[in-house]
């Protein structure tokens, strides 16, 4: 899509938010995201959707301070509006705990339920994060476990390991905030979160955006308890076959690892972590930092080369 042709405009479509320049000394960044439930209790949904709308602001080095809620929900039936009710009040929790205020939003009339929010925040323009930036040497850096949407997809098919439902509440609520402020004590040079297009593409949009190269070692990444095992029963959401068809063209997958492992690194995340490009000398001390801070994952899952737009799934490094 063409850039808006307004001199303020500093990154719109492309990047994991739009920033726009109210002074030399401040941007104004925004961004949307709502989805429709990945887990059955309304309340964790809440939770989930609200954290997932504010990565975007964390992977752009931005303070969230408002919102406006996204709700779609039906007005008469078949979901009692105490449903509705739980899952405001998840959202509300979580807006709580990032600092940030819910001022309004809008409601329409649909079947099946959805929720998210259209945030807003500030950043000092040099202090911004982009896609753009990665260098060679640079290590990359992973800060949640991965196989939310294989997990979803075996939850919703009644066919999940136990405790799954927790798992998946624990992973995707956790805000990506702690990971963030963290990060602003090193060298880090590129940034985005893990969603939709799953670990490889939102890879291939760092290396594409920095016109770099890069290698992501599977035996590297971590992953969520059980998605190994769903995802050998065939419990793959169809978002992780389209972005494995997607990828495809752009990535070399080493011949030790499986079709099945190309699509598990290929998995569509709902409320991912954060993907860093971290200069390679302070990575060690960057994830040491992250582990000591309580952060669910802090994981070197690969580095950045100078093979310009061919990202390489390994098998270790």
């Known amino acids: 899509m063409p850039r808006p042709a307004d001199s303020h405009v500093l990154l719109a479509h492309g990047d994991d938010a739009g920033v726009y320049l109210l002074r030399d000394d401040l941007v104004l960044v925004q961004t949307v995201d709502f989805f429709t439930p990945i887990v059955d209790d309304p309340f964790a949904f809440g939770l989930i959707a609200a954290a997932n709308a504010l990565s975007d602001i964390y992977a752009m080095g931005a303070t969230p301070l408002t919102a406006l ?47 998210g929010l259209a945030v807003t925040g500030v950043a ?87 016109h770099v190269g890069g290698e992501i070692y599977f035996e590297s990444l971590p992953w969520l308890p059980g998605v190994r095992e769903c995802a050998e029963m065939g419990l793959i959401p169809g978002g992780t076959h389209s972005n494995r068809n997607y990828s495809a063209s752009r990535t070399v997958i080493d011949s030790a690892l499986t079709e099945l492992e190309a699509l598990m690194a290929n998995d569509a995340q709902t409320s991912g972590g954060l993907l860093l490009a971290v200069a390679a000398e302070q990575a060690p001390e960057f994830i ?13 899952i690969g580095r950045i080369n100078d093979h310009p737009g061919v990202l390489r799934l390994l098998p270790g490094s």
Not at 72 to 96: H, N, S, T, W
Not at 288 to 300: C, E, H, I, K, R
Request: charged letters at 20%; hydrophobic letters at 45%; proline letters at 5%.
């Open 288 to 300: 040491a930092a992250l582990s000591s801070a309580g952060v669910p994952v802090a994981a070197a």
């Open 124 to 210: 000092k323009p040099r202090e911004l994060w982009t896609k753009k930036g990665a260098r060679p040497g640079d290590r990359l850096v992973l800060t949640k476990a991965l196989g939310t949407g294989i997990l979803a997809t075996a939850l919703k098919a009644g066919m999940e390991p136990p405790d799954t439902e927790k798992v998946l509440i624990d992973n995707c609520a956790f805000l990506n905030r702690q990971a963030a402020q963290i990060a602003r004590g090193f060298e880090i040079h590129a940034v985005t979160d893990v969603t939709g297009f799953g670990l490889v593409l939102h890879g291939l949009e760092m290396l594409e955006a920095g």
């Open 69 to 115: 809620n996204i709700v779609c929900f039906p007005q008469q039936g078949p979901l009692d509006m105490g449903v509705l009710a739980r899952i405001l009040q998840g959202g509300y929790q979580k807006a709580e705990e990032a600092g940030l205020v819910i001022i309004g939003g809008h409601t329409i009339d649909d079947r099946e339920p959805k929720y």
